[in-house]
Antibody, heavy 115, light 108 residues
Framework: EVQLVESGGGLVQPGGSLRLSCAAS????????MSWVRQAPGKGLEWVAN????????YYVDSVKGRFTISRDNAKNSLYLQMNSLRAGDTAVYYC????????WGQGTTVTVSS | DIQMTQSPSTLSASVGDRVTITCRAS??????LAWYQQKPGKAPKLLIY???SLESGVPSRFSGSGSGTEFTLTISSLQPDDFASYYC??????????FGGGTKVEIK
């Protein structure tokens, strides 16, 4: 079964850091570009970051540039999102997704930034 | 950056109604347009890809059309399970995805 499973969400204070992980299974992870997408409470979907199959290219939405880092470990079939200098506006459900060439989404992990 | 303008933001309809949602891209995206359905607390579910291709397992009452900058999602006969939010998404470039603002389909 093709599957993505996120973990690492939680409650963090403003200015804090969090690292999200996404475990892939059931497909050749190293063959696909991967993405992080988030959804703030009651709001729409917002793309956060993309990473190339081999990790050599990375792209970010302007609001997270310099604060978030996307990475992957193809040997572990895993995707990551390191989030630093977190703000209240980063509060959201974070999904990892494979939408280029196929369509698979995780169930999401919730990040709450609050004091 | 490509912007996606989706309308309407809310739609009230009855079971059996024909429903149309539109999405406009700020520049041509050829047919690199997908439509998703999302229910509360769940991940988005792919309905249509490449603007008009129906995802496997999705009922045939869903259809998509368009290319370039103008796209449409049509539900030919609204069913109770279809009351949800719908999003268009452009995936024309690996440099980023853009979603429309969403359409909430409510019971009239």
């Amino acid at each position: 079964e093709v599957q993505l499973v996120e973990s690492g969400g939680g409650l963090v204070q403003p200015g804090g850091s969090l690292r999200l992980s996404c475990a892939a299974s059931g497909f050749t992870f190293s063959s696909y570009w991967m993405s992080w997408v988030r959804q703030a409470p009651g709001k729409g979907l917002e793309w956060v970051a993309n990473i190339k199959k081999d990790g050599s290219e990375k792209y970010y939405v302007d609001s997270v540039k310099g604060r978030f880092t996307i990475s992957r470990d193809n040997a572990k079939n895993s995707l990551y999102l390191q989030m630093n200098s977190l703000r209240a506006g980063d509060t959201a459900v974070y999904y990892c997704a494979c939408v280029y060439g196929m369509d698979v989404w995780g169930q999401g992990t919730t990040v709450t930034v609050s004091s | 950056d490509i912007q996606m303008t989706q309308s309407p933001s809310t739609l009230s309809a009855s079971v059996g109604d024909r429903v149309t949602i539109t999405c406009r891209a700020s520049q041509s995206i050829s047919k690199w347009l997908a439509w998703y359905q999302q229910k509360p607390g769940k991940a988005p579910k792919l309905l249509i890809y490449r603007a008009s291709s129906l995802e496997s397992g999705v009922p045939s009452r869903f259809s998509g059309s368009g290319s370039g900058t103008e796209f449409t999602l049509t539900i030919s006969s609204l069913q109770p399970d279809d009351f949800a939010s719908y999003y268009c998404q452009q995936y024309n470039s690996y440099e980023g995805l853009t979603f429309g603002g969403g359409t909430k389909v409510e019971i009239k």
